[in-house]
Structure formats: C-alpha cells, structure tokens
T-cell receptor
C-alpha cells in the first residue's frame, strides 16, 4: 500500500532555494505525483505535477528519480509570500485509485 | 478562473445536530470531493462524486453522507454531529473523470461541534 512521508516543517530565508521531499513507496508505475500549496485561510492550490525525471513551470520544479520512491519540490529564490503548507499527492492504483495526500510541510520564509 | 465556493467559512453546532455543508463550483466540472483537514493528518477524503447522483466513499465516510442532485452542487451532511467532527472541511472539484486531474479547492469551512 502506498504511503507518503514529508517533513513537518522547514525554515528558509528570502532568496534561498528550498527543496521539499516527499517519500512515497509502492505507488504504481503509471501514477502521477502532484504538489499543492496552501496559504492560511485558503484551500490548497495546484503547483506542479510530474510522472518522471524533471518538470518545471513558472512557479517550481519537480524532480522524480527513476525509482519513483520520492519526489522533490524545488522552489527557487523563495520570498516571504512562499510561506505556506506544501502537500504532495499520489494516487495508489493498487488500492483502486485511492488519493493519498502527504501530511504537509509547513514552510516558513524569513526576511 | 475556476471558482469553488462553500456556504460558510465558520460554523458552530451542537452535538447531535444535523449539519449541512454546501459546495458550489462554476466550471461544469465532473468530479467533486469533500475532505477534512486536521493538524498532523493532512487532507483525508470523505466522499467524492463523479457525476450527478453518483457518490463513492473515501477514506473516512463514517458519520457523513453526501448529496449531488445538480452537477454544480455537492453537499456534505453530518447526520448527528459529534465533537470529533470538529475540523476544517474542504470541497474540491476537477474537470474530468480521472483522479489525477487538477483539483480546485474552496476556501474551507471551519466547523466547531460543541
């Protein structure tokens, strides 16, 4: 059965690159890995999604190694406005397409 | 822009009351979801619906029911509220019938059951 593990919290300073890793064992070979961002008093919003290797958009990059047992969300040059909770999401087709969210990583960006 | 709205941002109810949480999306999405969010537990799926009048149980359906009479509206019902249902409730929708489709979330309803 698939399970996700993320660090509970991370601290960073403005201008730094932040990497948040989600471990997800036992996901099926055709699962996508998705990351969401949640600001206080708001619902989560989609950041990025990938299947393998590397995906980049205007907000972040997502690195997925060949074994797909983890994925790393990379935020380049964070600012104070990147302070949020970040969730990974995988779909476990071995459990009939069950959605599995990570517990979330609370990122705090300091000036 | 997709808009998902939830009927209340904050709600206070008493134990045993029947509670209705309403969610409306304006983009003609097929799928709609109800999650609860608790500290340290992340988001847990309660129910989802892939079409009008269709529903599927998620991870924690006990104590909840849902209704989807119209495509744009998905209601979560707590038949008899209990204190352990105090939580943040999030509604989401996605365009197509595929669990890996991007989900668009509402702002959430923070429910307190006394």
């Amino acid at each position: 059965l698939a399970k996700t593990t993320q660090p509970i919290s991370m601290d960073s300073y403005e201008g730094q690159e932040v990497n948040i890793t989600c471990s997800h064992n036992n996901i099926a070979t055709n699962d996508y890995i998705t990351w969401y961002q949640q600001f206080p008093s708001q619902g989560p919003r989609f950041i990025i999604q990938g299947y393998k290797t590397k995906v980049t958009n205007e907000v972040a990059s997502l690195f997925i190694p060949a074994d797909r047992k983890s994925s790393t969300l990379s935020l380049p040059r964070v600012s104070l406005s990147d302070t949020a909770v970040y969730y990974c999401l995988v779909v476990d087709y071995n459990q009939g397409g069950k959605l599995i969210f990570g517990q979330g990583t609370e990122l705090s960006v300091k000036p | 822009d997709v808009k998902v709205t939830q009927s209340s941002r904050y709600l206070v109810k008493r134990t045993g009351e029947k509670v209705f949480l309403e969610c409306v999306q304006d983009m003609d999405h097929e799928n709609m979801f109800w999650y609860r969010q608790d500290p340290g537990l992340g988001l847990r799926l309660i129910y989802f619906s892939y079409d009008v009048k269709m529903k599927e149980k998620g991870d924690i359906p006990e104590g909840y029911s849902v209704s989807r009479e119209k495509k744009e509206r998905f209601s979560l019902i707590l038949e008899s509220a209990s204190t352990n249902q105090t939580s943040m409730y999030l509604c989401a929708s996605s365009q197509f019938s595929g669990v890996q489709e991007t989900q668009y979330f509402g702002p959430g309803t923070r429910l307190l059951v006394l």
